[in-house]
Nanobody
Framework: QVQLVESGGGLVQPGGSLRLSCAAS????????MGWYRQAPGKQRDLVAS???????NYADSVKGRFTISRDNAKKSLYLQMNSLKPEDTGIYYC???????????WGQGTQVTVSS
């Protein structure tokens, strides 16, 4: 059974940094693309950043220049370095892998990020 386990969330002051990690366990197969999504209170889950197996990255406009997504294929892991954090970055962050054949979408359980003074 495939599981995605996230870590690295927490409480941080505005301007601070956090690094989120997501690791897959089980026989997930080839991973085609990965992404981080954020769900703020009372809002829908939106894409924050994504990366393909060709290392093509995509970022939401609100995080460009502050967040960096990266992956380690050997470790079946995904990372999100978040710098210059703002209160509006607060939310539950979920990792997502598109993997296997036929392709399936896998989600982590979510990790809370709170940016507040």
């Amino acid at each position: 059974q495939v599981q995605l386990v996230e870590s690295g969330g927490g409480l941080v002051q505005p301007g601070g940094s956090l690094r989120l990690s997501c690791a897959a366990s089980g026989s997930i197969g080839n991973i085609y693309s990965m992404g981080w999504y954020r769900q703020a209170p009372g809002k829908q889950r939106d894409l924050v950043a994504s990366i393909t197996n060709g290392d093509i990255t995509n970022y939401a406009d609100s995080v460009k220049g502050r967040f960096t997504i990266s992956r380690d294929n050997a470790k079946k892991s995904l990372y999100l370095q978040m710098n210059s954090l703002k209160p509006e970055d607060t939310g539950i962050y979920y990792c997502n892998f598109i993997a296997g054949w036929p392709r399936r979408s896998y989600w982590g359980q979510g990790t809370q990020v709170t940016v507040s003074s």
